[in-house]
């Protein structure tokens, strides 16, 4: 499996975002990302999946496998949905390590904090917050494994 390293897939995603000249057509292109993300089982929505500090309803879950992870997400508000996605598809299938360590720029690159209500940049930041300490969680896992060999 090749995963484009983090900083390549920001890169694209900011190309992406200079197509468009006005943030009525960034909306809509992330609302698009979003109506693509891949459905979440019904059984993953449950209130411990649920990330706190979002004023839309947002559930996020993290596999681990082969020292990755991967994320699956869904949201109720379809802007919501769309930034999740673009999370997802930056951070998605790479290590704790390279996702703890992620800068992610491009959210200051293409504006978003700037363009997003208040609201919507503290849920922006919590789902970034929530996906890092799954990094965490699973790296101290890693390590837990190593320390007992």
């Not at 508000?77 to 390279?98: C, D, F, Q």
Request: a negative charge; proline letters at 1%.
């Amino acid at each position: 499996m090749d995963i484009k390293p983090i900083n390549d897939i920001e890169k694209d995603i900011i190309e992406d975002f200079g197509l468009f000249d006005s943030w009525e057509d960034k909306y809509e292109y992330i609302i698009d990302m979003g109506k693509k993300l891949a459905v979440l089982e019904d059984e993953h929505k449950l209130d411990e999946n649920k990330i706190k500090g979002c004023q839309s309803t947002v559930w996020l879950v993290a596999s681990y496998e082969d020292g990755r992870i991967f994320f699956k997400a869904d949201s109720d508000a379809v802007i919501v949905k769309g930034l999740i996605s673009m999370l997802i598809r930056v951070l998605s299938g790479h290590t704790p390590a390279e996702i703890i360590e992620a800068r992610l720029d491009f959210i200051g690159e293409i504006g978003m904090m700037t363009h997003l209500a208040q609201i919507r940049s503290n849920g922006l930041l919590s789902m970034i917050k929530q996906m890092k300490n799954y990094a965490i969680a699973f790296q101290a896992i890693d390590n837990q494994q190593i320390d007992h060999k």
